[in-house]
């Protein structure tokens, strides 16, 4: 993996992130870690800083791991992943091994102390600065119908990328 500046990063966030189920994955060498897509978040500037901002529902395995650590990867996987990535989103890290079924690879970043997946085209690595809970009781009734049948809300992280490495095999 190479290390990029940010400013050379030219990609359609709204694809990348939206159409491209990114692996999010959470944890580090003490707690553990897992990983699953997301395709709610985005990137910008927040407090100085260059950040990701991701939406993790309580329910889901990686909820603790986000909570419980600070550090956390976004792994860009190309659509000859598809059927991989599908079972980052559809399967729970409490029932199976992810990365066993799939055959991907955790990359443990000592200096980073977290994974991010080998076989991704490129990651941001970084670190957990803030999250806040979806009120349920301020959502538009569509959206609330739409999207929260159940009370299984969304915990909305900002993250700080700290690096974004490149794969240039």
């Not at 944890?27 to 993790?56: E, P, R």
């Not at 980052?88 to 409490?94: I, L, N, T």
Request: charged share 25%.
């Amino acid at each position: 993996m190479l290390k990029k500046s940010l400013n050379e990063f030219y990609k359609n966030v709204f694809n990348e992130i939206g159409n491209g189920w990114p692996i999010l994955t959470a944890g580090d060498n003490k707690i553990g870690y897992n990983s699953m897509t997301v395709s709610w978040g985005g990137l910008g500037v927040l407090w100085g800083k260059n950040v990701a901002y991701v939406f993790v529902r309580k329910s889901r395995h990686t909820y603790q791991f986000i909570e419980n650590s600070d550090s956390v990867t976004l792994s860009f996987l190309s659509d000859k992943y598809k059927n991989e990535k599908s079972i980052y989103g559809s399967k729970s890290g409490r029932d199976v091994n992810k990365f066993e079924l799939t055959g991907l690879h955790p990359t443990f970043d000592l200096d980073f102390n977290g994974y991010y997946i080998a076989e991704c085209d490129y990651v941001l690595k970084m670190k957990k600065l803030y999250s806040v809970d979806i009120p349920y009781d301020k959502l538009p009734a569509d959206l609330k119908n739409k999207f929260y049948p159940t009370d299984d809300m969304h915990t909305m992280y900002v993250c700080e990328i700290k690096q974004y490495l490149v794969n240039e095999e």
